[in-house]
């Protein structure tokens, strides 16, 4: 349609804007996620103990958010009391669940294979969304998917095979960590309708934390095994992978699809392989460049085709 069609249909420019946006948001949202594994790795390469990693970073990124909304808008506060289940539900889901499922994973098995079986959760998301919102699963996200599946395996690649491990609970909890993130962004749609995104993202903060804590009181007490460095590292955690990564992501959900956000947002193993060759010398091979194109070009695939096709 040329621009001077489009006159006559403001409702259609703006539409077709929205979801240029959604797009862009959701792409940026996979970046700032992205740099979790520099600074997780900084972290624990300073002596930071993962647990109070997962759980500081959302208490401080709750705690950041919930001030900034006293300073701007208190009324975002304000809840339904009987929604209080699914926000509950939706913050413990969404990031206790997922912060420990990734975390278990990795203590049981390669990072090769919890990142591979965790990025399955774009799969997850579509057949919930068709199952959930009936988001139709047309054939061009389905390549997209598949592209972006395959870029995934080929960058989790730790030499020119995959490198799966068999360890059953390493895959349990990669499919935990995975599940939980499709479940996020699924709920998420269902919250957006009646709540706006930073009221969203701060009450799934407050519950996650909230059940993360009562955890790690119940493993380690009080102790908190931290230094100034520690603390600036998880401070840059709860900001820009968690705040600013999840806050994007979901308030991109307002404008596309979740099928669509999920595959998008995807392009996360991408730049962290870039990343990590900057920032900590890891040097990629041939099988994880491939991967990191396929990823993108599943990405941008779906990302410019039309939402009605």
Do not use: W
Not at 225 to 237: C, F, Q, S
């Amino acid at each position: 349609m040329s621009r001077a069609s489009l006159r006559g249909y403001p409702d259609l420019r703006s539409f077709a804007r929205g979801q240029t946006l959604g797009y862009a948001l959701a792409a940026l949202a996979g970046c700032l996620l992205s740099t979790l594994g520099v600074l997780g790795k900084t972290a624990y390469a300073l002596g930071a103990d993962p647990l109070s990693v997962v759980t500081l970073r959302a208490t401080i990124a709750g705690m950041i958010l919930g001030i900034a909304l006293v300073a701007s808008k208190p009324s975002l506060f304000r809840l339904r009391s009987g929604d209080l289940p699914l926000l509950a539900l939706y913050g413990f889901v969404g990031v206790a669940l997922n912060y420990l499922g990734y975390f278990y994973a990795l203590k049981f098995t390669t990072v090769a294979t919890a990142i591979t079986v965790l990025y399955t959760y774009p799969a997850m998301v579509v057949v919930l969304a068709f199952l959930v919102y009936r988001e139709p699963i047309v054939r061009l996200k389905t390549v997209a998917l598949l592209l972006c599946f395959l870029g995934v395996v080929l960058v989790a690649s730790e030499s020119s095979s995959v490198g799966l491990t068999s360890d059953a609970r390493g895959l349990m909890f990669s499919l935990l960590a995975g599940a939980s993130t499709a479940v996020y962004i699924i709920a998420g749609k269902r919250v957006l309708i009646k709540y706006d995104a930073r009221t969203a993202v701060f009450y799934s903060f407050l519950f996650g934390s909230l059940a993360l804590n009562v955890l790690r009181y119940v493993e380690v007490g009080l102790r908190l095994n931290t230094n100034v460095e520690i603390m600036i590292v998880i401070v840059a955690i709860a900001v820009v992978p968690t705040l600013l990564g999840y806050g994007i992501l979901t308030y991109s959900l307002r404008l596309i699809e979740a099928g669509r956000a999920a595959i998008t947002s995807s392009i996360e193993p991408a730049i962290s392989i870039y990343l990590a060759y900057l920032f900590l010398h890891e040097t990629p091979n041939l099988a994880q460049l491939a991967g990191s194109v396929l990823v993108i070009i599943g990405a941008l695939l779906i990302g410019f085709s039309k939402a009605s096709e």
